[in-house]
């Protein structure tokens, strides 16, 4: 019997990376379920106890950003795989603490904790991921699947607990897993197996930023914020839209959290689909595209209610994955490596930061009773933003032949 293969020193680290991204979308994603339960627990009105509840997450969102630059920051100064052996194991740790909490201000400073460990991913990972030049948005539409599962497997997770046990367990289990996960990460690294893949000639030559670069980071910039917002709101309120606004297919919490999960997982694999057609094809038509279908179908959604509801949220959302690969592929062909850790970090601190404002004005419209419809006609705004600061992107992308500009800062 022939001895099972073994992933190669390249493989196993990009799964490793691949694995952290789904690990931190999925924790950051488990109060947005476990929010209304949990405010139940604490004495709170079921009438508002989900809009009471959200402030408490906001926190987590702003450290997710606003840590970035500081988790960049080690990593270049330190070690990349060092980091990523913290994130893996700070976020289990400060999520199984959250899990103590016995009010919503003990809550919200556990969860404040789990987005300070949950920051180290983005900056550090996304920029391991893109290493070597090549195939780059390949790998970060995979990368992007991983994360989108993690943030599908958030409320399908977080609803089969809650069926059966408390919001308690639904932040310990996880926690474990990941802790073990890290330790596996430090066993790995210890083996002597991790290897960063090789430069191509292209990555090789891009050791200053490529001519063009501040019009593209401006728009990536307003790309970014706008983005951030929509993201922000629509992965946290569609797992309690759908209780709300579904009663003709299941008001169950674990059925809709299921078919939320559905949505999310589904509309992942526009990434892989995006990530693929970037390396082929010119990054800034394909931009507009995937940028003009947020507005007009986040607007749908807010005309629908059951089936109708899933449908729509489910387009929408494999439109507002789909950009997520290309942005980063784009930052990868303008930055050279040693300074996309601190680039990213800036990158996701603005969109993070900015999803966090986009809970305070979801918390803002559904306690004045605007409900779902009008919070989703906001996020339409929001997004047709994308579409005009996604024109501003230069037409030619990280062409072959410019010579790339040293800069010092």
């Known amino acids: ?14 799964l490793f990376l691949n694995v952290g991204h789904f690990v931190d979308h999925l924790f950051m994603l488990i109060f947005a379920k476990a929010a209304f339960s949990a405010g139940l627990s604490f004495g709170l009105a079921q009438d508002g106890a989900y809009a009471e509840m ?65 920051s180290i991913y983005h900056p550090v990972g996304i920029a391991m991921v893109v290493e070597g030049g090549g195939k780059v948005g390949r790998r970060l539409g995979a990368n992007g699947v991983w994360g989108n599962m993690g943030v599908a497997a958030a409320p399908l997770i977080t609803g089969l607990v809650l069926a059966d046990y408390d ?48 019009r593209a980071l401006l728009s990536l910039s307003l790309v970014t914020a706008a983005g951030g917002f929509v993201f922000g709101a629509m992965t946290f309120i569609i797992p309690r839209m759908f209780e709300v606004s579904m009663p003709n297919v299941s008001t169950d919490v674990a059925v809709t ?72 592929a784009v930052l990868s062909r303008y930055v050279p490596d040693v300074w996309r850790a601190k680039v990213l970090s800036i990158k996701f601190m603005l969109n993070l930061v900015i999803g966090a404002m986009a809970l305070i004005t979801a918390r803002a419209i559904l306690a004045d009773g605007g409900g779902f419809e ?36």
């Open 54 to 118: 959200i402030p408490y997450g906001v926190p987590s969102l702003v450290l997710f950003g606003a840590g970035a630059p500081i988790a960049a920051h080690l990593a270049d100064k330190w070690n990349r795989n060092g980091m990523i052996a913290v994130f893996f194991i700070g976020i289990g740790c400060a999520s199984i603490a959250t899990s103590f909490a016995t009010t919503p201000l003990e809550i919200g400073i556990g969860l404040a904790a789990l987005g300070l460990f949950a």
């Open 1 to 14: 019997m022939s001895p099972a293969p073994q992933l190669d020193g390249k493989s196993a680290r990009l």
């Open 167 to 214: 919001w308690r367990l639904a932040f310990v289990l996880p926690g474990i897993a990941s802790i073990l996960l890290g330790l596996g990460f430090i066993a790995f690294v210890r083996t002597g197996r991790m290897r960063s893949p090789e430069p191509t000639s292209r990555e090789k030559a891009l050791v200053g930023f490529r001519p063009g670069w501040k």
């Open 374 to 409: 009008t919070l989703m006609v906001v996020l339409a705004i929001a997004a047709a933003c994308v579409f005009a600061s996604a024109l501003l992107l230069p037409s030619r992308i990280g062409e072959e032949e410019a010579v790339p500009v040293p800069i010092t800062i």
């Open 257 to 328: 959290g299921a078919l939320a999960a559905f949505v999310y997982a589904a509309a992942a694999w526009a990434q892989l689909g995006v990530g693929r057609i970037i390396d082929r094809r010119r990054i800034k038509p394909v931009l507009l595209c995937v940028a003009l279908g947020q507005p007009l179908l986040i607007g749908v959604m807010s005309t629908q209610a059951d089936y109708g509801l899933l449908a729509a949220s489910l387009l929408a959302m494999a439109f507002i994955f789909g950009q997520i690969p290309i942005t980063d």
